[in-house]
């Protein structure tokens, strides 16, 4: 018999979904049929398995797990193109509760894809031990903090778009950051960006650098001391994101250059401040600072040579800490740095 969706079991059910499957129910897709059989059958607390004479081009089916149980639903279309109408619910009647005791249909990454996505656009941070908690919550469905870690990431797909694909894009980017605005004919650069990349024998994206104009303009209204630093990104590729920044005259931090390259090492400084001193146009008087990583010194020493380079005491002190030399050795390195220069040695013993 046909009608809304309401079980009629054993097992301790949860409240209808929301909205109610009815007969005469039409669909646009059949995935859209059966996101809505799942959810529905998930938050009762149901459990079910797809027959074996459901085709996925002009009917699916369900039946319960028990064989002796009546329960089935049923979605057809009439022909291909046509909307796919639900035309059969017959309620679980025979069953018992332990039929159901977690729900494989509940477990899925596209039901919890589905189950999750406005909790994670919300809350990007949300961790697999809260995401699991916060299933249970709502419907009552256990699953397993790695089951939540697969759907987050999943949904999180579904956000940013897929990396691989992302990366092949970076270019035509970079080609339309060289061309600005250009509406504006006001002057010949206004507007555009210092932008290039490299890419490897094999035709894939390796290394890119920007400098967008009007940045680079500011560098007469800023403090001449430029910050240059690294860091990880957190990509499937392992890149590293490079940048170079100063602060203005109200002590506001301006990004001048940044880009992506493979690691931190000689090779990509070099390639970073070849392309930032070109992007400039001039070497400017500047101080530059530092943390002294993995070739940035030569680097700086080489297209930066009337620079005077200090190094950031913040990076040298967690070097000594990574390096093992222990908490007592950091007290010692502070209280030199901080030491006058005209101060006599014996002030730091």
């Given amino acids: 018999m046909a009608g809304n969706f309401t079980p009629t079991s054993n097992a301790t059910a949860s409240p209808t979904p929301d909205p109610p499957f009815q007969g005469g129910r039409t669909f ?4 859209e049929a059966k996101d809505h059989i799942i959810a529905a059958s998930v938050a009762a607390g ?10 996925n081009t002009t009917r699916w089916i ?3 797990k028990d064989s002796h149980c009546g329960y089935r639903t049923r979605v057809y279309r009439k022909d291909e193109g046509s909307a796919w109408i639900f035309s059969k619910y017959i ?25 999750l996505q406005g909790a994670i656009f919300s809350n990007r941070k949300l961790s697999g031990r809260a995401l699991v908690d916060l299933e249970f919550v709502r419907t009552g469905n256990r699953i ?13 797909n579904s956000i940013h778009g897929d990396e691989r694909e992302q990366y092949t894009q970076i270019p035509a980017l970079l080609q339309r ?3 600005g605005d250009l509406s504006d004919t006001s002057s010949a650069r206004n507007g555009r960006a210092y932008a290039t990349w490299d890419m490897t024998e094999t035709n894939h994206f390796e290394r890119c650098f920007v400098a967008p104009y009007s940045c680079c303009k500011l560098l007469d209204r800023s403090c001449f001391i430029l910050y240059l630093d690294g860091t990880n990104m957190k990509t499937r590729y392992g890149m590293t994101l490079l940048i170079a920044s100063m602060h203005d005259r109200d002590n506001k931090t301006l990004p001048l250059a940044w880009g992506f390259v493979p690691s931190e090492n000689y090779r990509n400084w070099k390639y970073f401040c070849r392309h930032l001193l070109e992007a400039l146009g001039v070497e400017p008087e500047l101080a530059v600072m530092s943390d002294r990583d ?18 950031c005491c913040q990076h040298l002190a967690q070097n000594i800490l990574d390096k093992g030399f222990g908490s007592a050795c950091q007290q010692l390195f502070w209280r030199a740095a901080r030491t006058p220069k005209n101060a006599k040695k014996a002030s730091i013993r």
Avoid: E, W
């Avoid at 149901?46 to 085709?55: A, G, Q, W």
């Avoid at 159901?100 to 189950?115: D, E, F, I, N, P």
């Avoid at 993995?294 to 009337?306: E, I, T, W």
């Fill in 62 to 64: 369900t039946r319960c």
């Fill in 177 to 179: 950051l060289r061309q």
């Fill in 294 to 311: 993995k070739g940035l010194h030569k680097a700086v020493k080489k297209f930066f040579p009337r620079a005077h380079h200090y190094y």
């Fill in 28 to 31: 646009v897709s059949l995935d």
């Fill in 46 to 55: 149901l459990d079910f398995r797809v027959d074996k004479h459901s085709d």
């Fill in 144 to 156: 397993s903090a790695q089951q939540a870690n697969r759907a987050k990431a999943s949904i999180m």
């Fill in 91 to 115: 309620p679980h009647n025979t069953c018992n509760a332990s039929t159901h005791l977690q729900c494989k249909q509940g477990q899925t990454v596209a039901y919890l894809k589905q189950s």
